[in-house]
């Protein structure tokens, strides 16, 4: 099995795609929002913590056609929700905006988001498995470090995401929609 160590850096590396997504939700508003940074943490932590437990589950039953094209889904809703906030923020679709506007985060986005960084975390199920962790009981240690990990990379990167946000003077959320549709090269290519 894993050490605890192992266990903290599979979060972490889990936890980075979390971080990126939180990092552009932060950006995009002018402030901080409590309510928006713990409920995306939050949700965040619970997807990367269950994806890992949904891919230990069904080993057996799909995991090879579960690998075929988890990452193509990961892939689509970066490239749609990334090219929506790039597209919707061009200069010809702003009439009369002088002053940057507070771009709202709904809990559709946030779940759509949850979901898409989570994908890939459905492998470690399977490697979960592989490294000796087989019963439930075995998980409950590995899946509440992802999802502490998770929750708090994604809280400190709304905070740090505001603080930039709030420093650039100009429209971000073209920027996160690009990092976002990067993020979903990377999951498609890696």
């Not at 590396?13 to 939050?42: E, N, P, Q, W, Y």
């Amino acid at each position: 099995m894993m050490t605890i160590t192992e266990q903290v850096l599979l979060s972490l590396a889990l936890a980075i795609d979390c971080f990126t997504v939180s990092l552009t939700f932060g950006a995009i508003r002018h402030r901080f929002d409590m309510k928006l940074a713990l409920s995306s943490s939050v949700l965040f932590g619970l997807f990367q913590a269950g994806m890992p437990y949904i891919g230990w589950l069904a080993i057996n039953l799909f995991s090879d056609k579960l690998e075929k094209f988890d990452h193509w889904i990961a892939f689509v809703l970066l490239l749609f929700i990334g090219g929506k906030m790039i597209i919707e923020n061009l200069p010809f679709r702003k009439e009369n905006d002088k002053e940057r506007k507070e771009t709202d985060i709904s809990l559709v986005l946030i779940l759509v988001m949850a979901v898409a960084t989570s994908i890939d975390a459905l492998a470690i199920g399977p490697t979960l498995s592989c490294t000796g962790f087989k019963t439930k009981a075995d998980l409950v240690c590995p899946l509440a470090i992802i999802a502490a990990g998770s929750f708090a990379l994604s809280l400190i990167g709304n905070i740090i995401g505001v603080k930039i946000g709030s420093r650039i003077n100009f429209p971000i959320e073209p920027i996160g929609g690009a990092i976002l549709i990067l993020l979903g090269f990377k999951i498609l290519l890696f």
